[in-house]
């Protein structure tokens, strides 16, 4: 079954950087585009970064320029590191496929606050 383990988020002071980590199970992880997504507390589910099979990567205008998707597909991981956090960027990070899976991971909380 398909299992999405995420880590990496903490709280750190706006300015900051995390990395976050996602190891993936149960499907063929390379032949998968994904995504990075992220819930703050009353808010809908966004997508904040893209990464096709071909590497190719996207990003919605909020986090352009700040976040870097990537993937190890030898590790069946998917990464997001983030730079030059602000209070905005306060959620619960998730990963999962671009058209999601019906099962989705516990997430890895990000505060960033001074």
């Known amino acids: 079954q398909v299992q999405l383990v995420e880590s990496g988020g903490g709280l750190v002071q706006p300015g900051g950087s995390l990395r976050l980590s996602c190891v993936v199970s149960g499907f063929n992880f390379p032949v998968f585009a994904m995504k990075w997504y992220r819930q703050a507390p009353g808010k809908e589910r966004e997508k904040v970064a893209t990464i096709a099979t071909g590497g190719s990567t996207y990003y919605p205008d909020s986090v352009e320029g700040r976040f870097t998707i990537s993937r190890d597909n030898a590790e069946n991981t998917l990464y997001l590191q983030m730079n030059n956090l602000k209070p905005e960027d306060t959620a619960v990070y998730y990963c999962?496929?671009?058209?999601?899976?019906?099962?989705w991971g516990q997430g890895t909380q990000v505060t960033v606050s001074s």
């Open positions: 999962n496929a671009a058209v999601p899976f019906s099962s």
